[in-house]
């Protein structure tokens, strides 16, 4: 084994303390040269029309990757990951399952944890230093996020893209780090972002994004051109780790994204607060379990929410555009 892919952000430390290389099969499917040839070819092989686009996309991105070996989550993210692994499995590949426990349970976690390092052939105290090292990194990432939505010099893509890489560092740390030290050092000489709409003299509304990451390609600056600042990036921030915990256990015990929607309530609200976030854009992918949560998540928060809904990699739709845009013109006549 050489290269590790997974199917949603796993204990990346203990991928990294056993000498591989780590690959999210979510970055490589969805920052290929076409992507969405990628859908198409899946679906002629047999995927129905009615699957994620997320579940096709990552399938064959992985197989032409030639990566033999994944660490697939079976509790905590997607439910056709089972359906994914057996398609894996028959195609020959190597499938190592890791599961989060649905209420957070630190002794499964815990079990969970050192079975994927004995099944990569590391030990806790190796899994440990990366931890340790890769603090400086992890706390570098939440400057870019204080940067976008305190001190206005990042984008709300620039933030989607460099917390949604801290799956996997983009294969290697090292680079990654050096990239984001560079990208630190040019943002911080900015004066603002790009936050309103050009000519308009008017100030940036200020949106909140949760949900999964996009499939759409163009969304931040769909809304940026409507005079919108995305300026929280909710499971993205969360795949960055930004909570302060002396050990690896607890860091992934209080990682949202995969346990219960009340959780993942409870910390939106103190980002809303934090943030001073006029609106949220609710993100569903098509065919996905999640977006019955919307019914959760509208009768929770207490500011206006727009649901959108992707499909398939590509730029946002008409009518996804025209909505976005009257959302924004709505906020913006409400402050």
């Not at 590949?93 to 976690?109: G, K, T, V």
Request: some cysteine; proline content about 5%; aromatic content about 8%.
């Amino acid at each position: 084994m050489g290269k590790i892919g997974f199917t949603t952000t796993v204990p990346v430390e203990v991928i990294l303390a056993a000498g591989l290389i780590p690959a999210d099969l979510n970055n490589i499917f969805i920052t290929g040269a076409d992507p969405g040839d990628v859908v198409d070819r899946a679906e002629t092989l047999g995927f129905p029309r009615t699957t994620c686009g997320w579940i096709k996309g990552i399938y064959l991105s992985a197989k032409e990757a030639g990566i033999t070996d994944v660490v697939a989550v079976t509790q905590g993210d997607c439910s056709n990951t089972h359906a994914l692994m057996e398609l894996w499995q028959a195609d020959g590949m190597n499938i190592m399952p890791f599961a989060y426990p649905y209420d957070r349970d630190r002794d499964l976690l815990r079990l969970q944890m050192r079975k994927l390092m004995d099944a990569l052939g590391t030990s806790e105290e190796k899994t440990d230093k990366v931890f340790r090292e890769l603090a400086p990194l992890r706390t570098k990432l939440k400057r870019v996020d204080e940067m976008t939505w305190k001190d206005g010099n990042v984008t709300g893509a620039e933030n989607h893209l460099w917390l949604v890489s801290a799956s996997d560092f983009d294969g290697d740390r090292d680079d990654f780090e050096a990239r984001l030290d560079a990208f630190l050092k040019e943002a911080e000489k900015r004066e603002t972002a790009p936050t309103g709409r050009p000519g308009a003299g008017l100030p940036a509304v200020r949106l909140g994004y949760i949900g999964v990451p996009p499939i759409f390609t163009d969304i931040y600056e769909t809304a940026a051109r409507s005079g919108a600042h995305v300026v929280y990036n909710e499971v993205q921030r969360q795949f960055s780790m930004p909570h302060d915990t002396d050990n690896l256990y607890e860091q992934y015990a209080r990682y949202t994204y995969p346990y219960d929607v009340f959780g993942r309530i409870r910390d939106i609200k103190e980002e809303i607060k934090l943030r001073r976030i006029d609106g949220i854009i609710h993100y569903c992918q098509s065919f996905c379990f999640r977006a019955i949560e919307d019914l959760i998540v509208r009768r929770e928060l207490k500011l206006p929410v727009l649901t959108i809904e992707g499909d398939r990699p590509g730029p946002v739709d008409a009518r996804t555009r025209i909505r976005l845009e009257g959302f924004v013109e709505m906020l913006r006549d409400m402050k």
